[in-house]
């Protein structure tokens, strides 16, 4: 079955995505799909195992060191990268996604990473004899674990602090779930108008901002998949494997702690939002409570004989 180029980018593109992978992978990853999306041999995992191939490849030029090697080894991590975005687009594409496949790709993906870093910085100390490369491994590689580490740990919360509002929610009525869309559309589409024509000259962040969006390109620019890219693609082709690393892990610092505050700031707002949720639903349960006494109580009458009786 032949797609088009329109329908990959439809059916697998992400709304809004990293700018190094919406710049420079996309591109390239969905006229790949386009050439195997009819073999359906070609699966999810086979291009998970691909991509740790072509990873191992890198690994081999990084290992070597020299100024050529290095350059050689940035081209196969990036290469590694884009097989390994095709996988997901191949799942959601021909529907051949699997939970194994998931776990799988997360694994190799760590594996790739943390040996290229012991190839990168090792082959560094063997061809210049400077210790500072063993402890920049050490940061690379902590710092790659840790945002991965602390990304799960922050959507566990997340969805902890949902659920627990969720489940204080009335059941969902399906005609009212309709009715809420439409006004949802009528808001956006007013909204929408009154964006498309404001009454002053938006700021130069909200500009920004728009125009990152419209490209699919999300706000902030430096997120662990920039960070992968800086220290195994940037810091080789540059020759500045050090400098390169160090600038790339202080952004990914200065990313993380943005988020980090994101989720205490939610913390601090759980606590009065689930109150809230909580005196909403006894509220709600009172009524129904009520009825219920009130169905369950003894009538008490008098029979046609004038005798009293009770129900």
């Not at 566990?156 to 969720?166: G, L, P, S, T």
């Amino acid at each position: 079955m032949k797609v088009t180029l329109q329908e990959i980018r439809e059916r697998t593109y992400k709304p809004v995505d990293a700018w190094w992978t919406v710049l420079l992978v996309d591109p390239l990853a969905s006229r790949l799909v386009r050439l195997v999306a009819p073999y359906r041999w070609i699966t999810p995992n086979v291009l998970t195992l691909l991509a740790t191939v072509i990873g191992v490849g890198a690994m081999v030029f990084f290992a070597i060191g020299d100024r050529w090697a290095l350059a050689a080894g940035a081209l196969m991590f990036h290469l590694s990268f884009v097989v390994d975005c095709m996988d997901g687009k191949i799942a959601r594409l021909n529907g051949t996604g699997t939970i194994f496949g998931q776990w799988l790709d997360f694994v190799l993906d760590r594996v790739r990473v943390f040996f290229c870093a012991v190839a990168l910085f090792g082959g560094q100390y063997v061809q210049t004899d400077n210790v500072a490369y063993l402890w920049m491994m050490s940061v690379a590689v902590f710092l790659d674990l840790f945002r991965y580490l602390n990304g799960q740990q922050m959507a566990k919360v997340r969805r902890v602090m949902r659920e627990q509002i969720e489940a204080l929610q009335p059941p969902v009525d399906p005609a009212a779930v309709t009715a809420g869309i439409a006004a949802e559309t009528t808001a956006a589409e007013t909204t929408a108008a009154s964006v498309a024509a404001p009454a002053g000259t938006p700021s130069l962040r909200r500009r920004v901002g728009d125009t990152l969006r419209r490209n699919r390109i999300r706000t902030h620019l430096f997120s662990g998949i920039e960070y992968e890219m800086f220290v195994f693609i940037v810091g080789p082709l540059l020759g500045l494997v050090i400098p390169v690393t160090i600038l790339a892990g202080a952004g990914l610092l200065v990313f993380e702690l943005f988020l980090i505050l994101r989720l205490l700031r939610a913390c601090q707002q759980h606590p009065a939002k689930l109150a809230a949720a909580e005196a909403a639903f006894a509220a709600r349960q009172a009524p129904a409570e009520t009825e219920l006494i009130a169905a369950e109580m003894p009538v008490t009458g008098v029979s046609p004989t004038g005798v009293p009786t009770t129900v």
